[in-house]
């Protein structure tokens, strides 16, 4: 799975995994902190677990960063290719 994912051959898969294995991972703290402030009654779990989510996806998504930046930046050039071909033909005929 590791190797797939820093291959990056389906970055749209790879995304859809990490995204939601973050919101699966951010509903597991949350419902914890939500147990430790109802079981204490002391509301700083509670906002530890909100930052903790927001640490999780802000995570998630600095990982995809690097991995949207190099299939942007393969898509861009194998469009101008294409285009640099197309033009060509299209005059010919």
């Excluded at 970055?11 to 204490?40: F, N, R």
């Excluded at 960063?65 to 050039?77: G, R, S």
Aim: glycine share 8%; hydrophobic share 45%; net charge negative.
């Amino acid at each position: 799975m590791e190797e797939y994912v820093k291959s990056g051959e389906d970055p749209t898969s790879v995304a859809v995994v990490a995204e939601d294995a973050a919101a699966v991972g951010g509903c597991v703290i949350a419902a914890a902190a939500l147990t430790a402030t109802q079981l204490s009654g002391n509301s700083m779990f509670d906002a530890a677990g909100s930052v903790a989510v927001g640490g999780l996806l802000g995570q998630a998504h600095t990982t995809l960063i690097p991995l949207w930046y190099h299939f942007d930046t393969t898509l861009t050039l194998l469009c101008h290719r294409f285009d640099t071909t197309l033009i060509p033909m299209k005059s010919s005929v």
